[in-house]
């Protein structure tokens, strides 16, 4: 089975085939950005517009590099920039875009759910970029694409997800990505920054760091998100970096092979020291180098339909 989907707007409603089929092109097609001339004409005439109502670097990057290394024609919404700030609605805003014809819309939004309601709404295709607190799928497909270059499979292996699990898109897609592809999860952090109910998703919980990472193949760090912490859920940034801070010291817990992962932007001595983030076990950089050719792939085979 390939992809025959008009969206992507998560990682939970896929099939294992279907996150087989994206990481095996995304692979395919990486050699591309090795190249001297970093470009093919696959998605020439094709419209993609990003549409990114929160902030960004590497996500809305990497799609415009993404689309441009195809040959298809992008254009950036901000909602800074945009008439939002007039009081338009974002439906209003998709109607407009969409009589401009173009092909694939890439949204990122505050409110969980936004790219869903776009995709009801248009012909053309929506790619989730990150929404609220609900899914971040491209994010988890780079993750997953750099674990398996670096570890040779997913089945079997522990993956640990440290901190922030409550406020993150992107540990909700990594884990219904993961454990659908046979990984064990399991999440750490303070019991405050722990979903309820989050061993329904497949996930174990830990709260004690060191016991967390001892047999863990892979540590995947979250960014503290201070922007939704609206509540005080953590006494301090010094307590939560002293408990949860991954730090070379609390590294000498973790397997000699244990790969260090980030999605980024980092808090540098807060969830991760510089000494770590910068240092052997880290595959950080890979993340990014990989998320154009993921998000290579999720055009193509959505600009293509
Ligand atoms: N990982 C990630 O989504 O980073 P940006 O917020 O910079 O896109």
Redesign the pocket.
């Known amino acids: 089975m390939g992809f025959n989907r008009k969206d992507l707007l998560g990682i939970r409603d896929l099939e294992v085939s279907e996150i087989e089929h994206i990481l095996e092109l995304a692979q395919s097609l990486k050699e591309i950005n090795m190249r001297a001339i970093k470009k093919v004409p696959t998605l020439r005439g094709k419209t993609v517009i990003h549409l990114f109502y929160?902030?960004?670097?590497?996500?809305?990057?990497?799609f415009d590099i993404a689309a441009k290394r195809l040959s298809a024609d992008t254009y950036s919404i901000a909602g800074s920039t945009s008439s939002m700030v007039k009081g338009e609605t974002l439906l209003d805003t998709l109607k407009n875009l969409e009589a401009m014809r173009p092909d694939v819309f890439v949204v990122?939004h505050s409110a969980s759910g936004a790219p869903h309601m776009l995709a009801r709404n248009t012909e053309a295709s929506v790619i989730n970029?990150?929404d609220g607190m609900h899914e971040?799928p491209s994010?988890a497909l780079l993750d997953m694409l750099t674990i398996i270059e670096h570890k040779k499979r997913l089945d079997g292996l522990k993956v640990v997800i440290v901190g922030d699990i409550f406020h993150s898109r992107?540990a909700r897609s990594n884990i219904w990505g993961l454990t659908k592809m046979g990984a064990k999860v399991t999440v750490c952090g303070p019991t405050t920054l722990i979903p309820p109910k989050i061993e329904l998703m497949g996930a174990q919980v830990g709260y004690k760091l060191d016991e967390c990472i001892a047999d863990a193949d892979v540590i995947m760090v979250l960014?503290l998100q201070k922007e939704r912490q609206q509540q005080m859920l953590l006494p301090s940034l010094r307590e939560y970096s002293t408990y949860f801070g991954i730090n070379p010291q609390k590294l000498t817990k973790a397997r000699p092979d244990v790969l260090i992962m980030h999605?980024?932007?980092i808090n540098r001595g807060v969830e991760i020291s510089p000494e770590v983030a910068d240092g052997p076990y880290s595959v950080i950089l890979d993340?990014v180098t990989n998320?154009v050719a993921v998000r290579m792939a999720l055009l193509y085979l959505l600009a293509q339909r």
Not at 54 to 62: A, D, G, I, K, N
């Open positions: 929160e902030p960004s670097t590497r996500t809305r990057t990497s990122r970029a990150g971040h994010q992107v960014r999605p980024g932007p993340q998320g």
